[in-house]
């Protein structure tokens, strides 16, 4: 799932590798992928792409019409340049803006569902789409101090930090990373948090996101593989020692998502229950 490292990386090297470039035509292959139809796709036809930019994990593609295209990858979606036109029976096709030097920038989807999205709107009304004005703060590279972002609140510190209303940018991979970083539990309420906790996360976020940014930095080009390399050290890892402290990773399963931590580390020796097992023996 693309999180903010991962968007960050695709507007840089998607922004740098399409400014200037000519729109030569447009079409949406996916039923469900445009979510609006006034502009109409085709008001891009002709214009040039001035670069792509990240708000939170959405993508803005900019056009020289006064136009922009937000983009939301979801869980399975990905932005990638080509240098040569779709197959019609590419079938993770979802949006295609055909550049009329021959390459082709496609918003793609991966798997059975179609939740990617897309939004054409005018460049002046994009501060006031929906997906945008409810954005929290941005979690890298800049976030506020989280004491006071978090403080009032009675959530989990790993619900917390992927609400993107709270605070932009971060899922459910790099979550596990940067509470395995700042040495928290997951399971920490945030009006719980000392102001040294407080301070500790908010620079592991920073940490942790502006890490992968540089590792995309000095290992990704264009095309972008269809799978990111994501240098995860906690998250998936379950079952394998800790790289602090070798004590062995755990999991919480829940129905859709797999939380992953160090008991040594953020739990204080504790094993958290599996809630998937715990609701099933209910
Ligand atoms: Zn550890």
Redesign the pocket.
Known sequence: MPELPEVEITARLLGAAVAGARVESTSAPGVNALKTFDPPLHALDGSRLTGVARRGKHLVVGSDAGLVLLVHLMSAGRLQLFDKRASMRDRTSRLLIRLADGRELRLREFGTRQAAWAKLLRADALEDEEALATLGPEAWPDPPPLGPLLGSQARPLHSLLRDQRTIAGIGRSWVDEILWEARLSPFKRGADLTAAEAQALREAVVARLGEAIAVYERTLSVPLPDRLPLPLKVHRHEGRP?P??G?TLEAVHFEDYVIAY?P??QTEGRVLKDRRLSRLLK
């Open positions: 800790c602090r402290c004590t160090c040594a580390c």
